[in-house]
């Protein structure tokens, strides 16, 4: 199973998220570098995971309070083709998610920055549409399935056949928070994926929370605070 890092971004630093308490947020103390800057803070996830793609949230953006648009655009070109970035904006439609990744191609002066993913949160998207559009202009989008509380944000009712090929199931409560990955709900999710790809994110620990999320069927998981604290890292790939 493949681990992938998570960057956080808000007000300019890299932050450690936790619980999805957005106003608690501060930036990140982190065992792996001395710093919060994001381009080293994700330089510093990767060579400590060995992972070729990064998850990004963009917490200014999913808020309402502005992209980090130049710092996006500094990461893809610091990381280069190698590095897939995931990108969740906090995209309502197709329109959203165009407009921040011309933005990025435009301070990068490149047509498309190759490596970037769009991921569209059932917190934030109300135009269903979008992923269809964004696949149809061949971005193949991600989908993620966002809760929080036990219950569905947004469009997490998402009918399932318009799905892409690949979904997050997104715990936000358990980010951060020390209490292990919700498997209950990553399950009752596979139930109905079908052939496609399911990933993970959300309170893993240790190797054995990597163990039993692969056992119950995840393909990846998304990883942050396991990571800064060195009991998630390459030794840790299953």
Do not use: K
């Not at 498309?112 to 059932?122: H, S």
């Not at 936000?172 to 919700?182: C, E, F, H, R, T």
């Amino acid at each position: 199973m493949q681990v992938i890092p998570v960057l956080d971004l808000l007000d300019g630093h890299a932050v450690r998220a936790v619980r999805g308490e957005r106003s608690h947020y501060r930036p990140i103390q982190s065992s792996l570098c001395a710093t919060s800057n994001p381009l080293e803070v994700a330089r510093a996830l990767i060579a400590a995971t060995g992972s070729r793609t990064l998850y990004v949230a963009d917490l200014g953006a999913i808020l309402g309070r502005g992209a980090h648009t130049e710092t996006l655009a500094a990461l893809c070109d610091a990381l280069g083709d190698e590095v897939a970035i995931w990108l969740d904006a906090g995209f309502a439609g197709y329109a959203s998610m165009r407009a921040l990744f011309e933005g990025i191609a435009h301070i990068m002066r490149c047509p498309r920055p190759a490596t970037l993913v769009p991921v569209f949160g059932t917190e934030t998207l109300t135009d269903a549409s979008a992923i269809a559009d964004a696949s149809a202009a061949g971005y193949e989008p991600i989908l993620s399935l966002d809760y929080h509380g036990g219950r569905a944000l947004g469009a997490s009712s998402l009918d399932s056949a318009s799905w892409p090929s690949r979904v997050i199931v997104m715990t936000l409560d358990q980010v951060g928070a020390n209490a292990g990955p919700d498997l209950r709900t990553f399950a009752a999710l596979q139930a109905v994926a079908g052939e496609r790809q399911l990933i993970g994110a959300g309170g893993v620990r240790h190797h054995d929370d990597l163990a039993r999320a692969a056992q119950c069927g995840a393909q990846a998981w998304l990883v942050a605070s396991a990571i800064h604290d060195r009991t998630v890292g390459l030794s840790s790939r299953l």
